[in-house]
Nanobody
Framework: QVQLVESGGGLVQAGGSLRLSCAAS????????AGWFRQVPGKGREFVAA????????YSADSVKGRFAISRDNAKNTVYLQMDRLKPEDTSVYYC????????????????????WGQGTQGTVSS
């Protein structure tokens, strides 16, 4: 059974940075696209960023482009989300996820295409 464990959330002032980590166990991590999503109460899960299994191709939502960066270390079975120049509207619970298909070339923005999720980590940005 694969498990994803996020860490690195916390409270930061606007303009500050957070670095989220997601450690995977129990699965061939380096064969799957990994993604980060976020969700606030009363709203659906929103795509933030994704990275293909090879670590080369990355994707980001327009709302975070130029501020957030996704990366992965397959040797450590870990994916990261570096969040800079944070804004109060970035306040959310952040989830990492693994795509359901190995070596997938499918679109990465839909939560329904991911079948493994972490428990989430809270990121709060104060104004």
């Amino acid at each position: 059974q694969v498990q994803l464990v996020e860490s690195g959330g916390g409270l930061v002032q606007a303009g500050g940075s957070l670095r989220l980590s997601c450690a995977a166990s129990g699965r061939t991590f380096d064969s799957y696209t990994a993604g980060w999503f976020r969700q606030v109460p009363g709203k659906g899960r929103e795509f933030v960023a994704a990275i293909r299994w090879n670590g080369v191709n990355t994707y980001s939502a327009d709302s975070v482009k130029g501020r957030f960066a996704i990366s992965r270390d397959n040797a450590k079975n870990t994916v990261y989300l570096q969040m800079d120049r944070l804004k109060p509207e970035d306040t959310s619970v952040y989830y990492c996820a693994l795509h359901s298909l190995m070596y997938s070339t499918l679109a990465v923005t839909a939560p329904s295409t991911y079948d493994t999720w972490g428990q989430g980590t809270q990121g709060t940005v104060s104004s």
